[in-house]
């Protein structure tokens, strides 16, 4: 049978993933071409045609730049902290929400840890910055518990990097739980009763039962946000950082917020973008790499 026979007996399949092929065609891979503004001194006036082409000469300006290093290091700082801190807190959710045996309160407990993803960024901005400030309720706790002297959080730089992540955790850890509440319904409930004749409590269990069962689903998250390294969030960083700290809060996407739509350069955060995506790609690709080096679960 032909490839356009098989296609055609197959027509509504195929129909039914029409709509998505054309969502990534249109809005991920056509304006690829866009790209290629990074490596010339594109003018809206003239458009890619007619913009002169100029090589690596952006790429050399922003790895040249006196910002370069602050960029780089606080992404790296920012998102390496949200991986360490934050990767492990869905699943440790998940694991106790498995754990809880009254299922009211269990549904209750995931209604209240969904919530905070449902809120807008500027909502969730928002609201940081009301419980921070020198009358907020975070404030007045840290004033009564650690003699704190009572001023706005976001006012020092030192203060940014724990702020960003607590509150990144507390918006996405319901939500990213979902997964791995997901992948633990398939795991073999034969294996507890069998652990429980002999004698494994409920912590043995959980060790030796429920994180081996969910660890593929683990590792493929893991790979996945690996490829987000450089990508952290500029829209809430851009709602949260002031020029009093830049030093700690400015990082490679709000750069090229500012120099693309705030100062027009717009060849220049081009570049800035593809080199940000290319680092992302490149670690996926080594990742993944060592998952199948190391064990038996990769993306491909």
Same mark, same amino acid.
């Given at each position: ?45 003239r458009g890619i045609s007619g913009s002169d082409w100029v090589g690596l000469q952006h790429f050399i ?14 992404? !790296?700082? $920012?998102? +390496?902290?949200? /991986? ?7 699943? *440790?959710?998940? @694991? ?27 909502v969730i901005c928002s609201m940081i910055r009301e419980f921070i400030k020198p009358e907020g309720f ?68 959980? !060790?030796? $039962?429920? +994180?081996?069962? /969910? ?7 893991? *790979?996945?946000? @690996? ?62 790499h060592i998952s199948k080096k190391v064990s038996d679960t990769s993306l491909w």
């Amino acid at each position: 049978m032909t490839t356009l026979k098989k296609i055609w007996k197959q027509k509504e399949l195929y129909l039914l993933v029409l709509p998505v092929l054309l969502y990534y065609l249109l809005f991920h891979y056509k304006p690829m071409y866009g790209l290629i503004i990074a490596f010339m001194d594109y003018s809206p006036r003239r458009g890619i045609s007619g913009s002169d082409w100029v090589g690596l000469q952006h790429f050399i300006s922003f790895f040249q730049s006196i910002y370069f290093k602050r960029l780089l290091g606080n992404t !790296l700082k $920012i998102s +390496l902290a949200t /991986i360490v801190f934050g990767f492990p807190a869905p699943i *440790i959710l998940a @694991l106790l929400m498995n754990e809880l045996r009254s299922k009211k309160f269990s549904r209750i407990t995931q209604t209240i840890t969904y919530m905070p993803h449902f809120i807008s960024t500027v909502v969730i901005c928002s609201m940081i910055r009301e419980f921070i400030k020198p009358e907020g309720f975070i404030t007045q706790i840290l004033v009564h518990l650690f003699n704190y002297s009572g001023k706005n959080l976001l006012s020092g730089p030192e203060n940014f990097l724990p702020i960003y992540v607590i509150s990144d955790i507390w918006q996405g850890i319901g939500w990213g739980s979902i997964v791995y509440l997901a992948a633990l319904t398939a795991v073999d409930t034969e294996l507890y009763e069998a652990a429980q004749i002999d004698g494994a409590g409920r912590w043995k269990q959980m !060790l030796h $039962i429920t +994180l081996p069962g /969910i660890m593929p689903t683990i590792i493929i998250m893991l *790979i996945m946000r @690996l490829g987000q390294v450089m990508s952290v969030g500029y829209e809430k960083i851009i709602l949260l950082y002031n020029e009093g700290i830049y030093e700690t809060a400015d990082v490679i996407s709000t750069y090229v917020y500012r120099m693309g739509l705030v100062d027009r350069q717009y060849s220049f955060s081009a570049a800035v973008g593809l080199f940000n995506s290319v680092v992302n790609f490149v670690l996926v690709i080594l990742a993944n790499h060592i998952s199948k080096k190391v064990s038996d679960t990769s993306l491909w």
